[in-house]
């Protein structure tokens, strides 16, 4: 561990290089290869890599195909789960967790473009203007956070996103002119993906069926999870599975897709605001 990386609880405060590293000694111990461990957990060996130089965040998938392929008992389940708690609010790790495990994700942005698909630029120009007060160091480690929850979108079997952004959330210039053409490239290269859906909800629609940001997770039939509504107000979050509150926040999505642009129209949206930022 260099000088530069503290611990806490006797942990490295980088837990991204942390589950890496350990990875790495656990393959040099079995005298596995990177490519046996991709095969051996189901996933793609640029996945591994990126796992294991410390660049992504590991699924929960992965960690449990680590521990068969290692046989380690729940060690680097363990350690995963330990590693995506810190730093977050305590208020928003059940979320995470149940975010992890979703077959969909339905979200509404009325103002700003959700986490998993913010860019590092557009993240830590976020958190400066909600964290004046923190160090270089902690903007740092708390964009690393959010870009982990990218890893969601990355695994075999990831889950259907479905995003609407109000047109607002691609008119507020956060971090500058550039920026936001970096973030908007972004968001048009995840809207073609065949797993992520984006609607712009334009200006023109009216009034919106809901004017706060919420998501609504759904998942598989043997899961035996059902489905929830996160909500978040100054800096609070909650998760709802309340029947009642989930069937009003599914309708209101419902009729919010209906007053959206087609996904084809949002691509040229999202097209022409690339355009307008590169003026």
């Given at each position: ?6 611990q806490?609880?006797g ?22 290869t990177?490519?046996?461990l991709a ?11 990126k796992?294991k ?20 008992s729940?060690?680097?389940a363990?350690?995963l ?29 009325p103002?700003l473009?959700?986490?998993i ?5 557009y993240a ?11 160090t ?29 952004l109000?047109?607002s ?18 968001l048009?290269?995840e ?7 984006v ?5 023109d629609?009216?009034?919106?069926p ?8 759904t998942?598989?039939d043997?899961?035996?999870q059902a ?7 100054q800096g ?5 599975d309340s029947?009642?509150?989930?069937a009003t ?11 959206a642009?087609s996904?084809e ?7 022409e605001?690339?355009?307008e930022?590169?003026?």
């Amino acid at each position: 561990m260099s000088a530069q990386s503290p611990q806490r609880d006797g942990e490295p405060a980088n837990g991204l290089e942390w589950f890496g590293r350990e990875i790495e000694a656990a393959l040099i111990h079995k005298g596995a290869t990177q490519r046996e461990l991709a095969d051996a957990t189901g996933y793609k060996e640029p996945y591994v890599s990126k796992v294991k130089n410390g660049k992504a965040l590991a699924s929960p998938q992965f960690a449990d195909g680590c521990d068969r392929f290692f046989t380690t008992s729940g060690y680097f389940a363990r350690m995963l789960t330990r590693i995506a708690q810190h730093g977050h609010p305590e208020w928003f790790v059940p979320y995470l967790r149940l975010e992890e495990k979703a077959a969909q994700v339905l979200d509404f942005s009325p103002f700003l473009i959700m986490g998993i698909l913010q860019t590092p630029e557009y993240a830590e120009a976020l958190f400066r203007a909600a964290h004046p007060r923190d160090t270089d160091d902690m903007i740092k480690e708390k964009v690393g956070l959010r870009l982990q929850r990218h890893g969601v979108l990355e695994r075999p079997e990831p889950p259907l996103l479905w995003v609407i952004l109000d047109e607002s959330c691609l008119r507020r210039e956060v971090g500058g002119r550039a920026v936001m053409r970096g973030q908007v490239e972004h968001l048009l290269r995840e809207a073609q993906t065949p797993n992520i859906t984006v609607q712009v909800l334009p200006f023109d629609s009216g009034a919106p069926p809901a004017a706060e940001a919420f998501t609504l997770l759904t998942f598989g039939d043997d899961d035996g999870q059902a489905a929830v509504l996160y909500s978040e107000a100054q800096g609070l979050g909650r998760v709802v599975d309340s029947a009642g509150v989930v069937a009003t926040g599914t309708e209101r999505y419902a009729r919010l897709r209906a007053d959206a642009l087609s996904p084809e129209k949002s691509l040229r949206a999202l097209r022409e605001a690339i355009k307008e930022f590169a003026r």
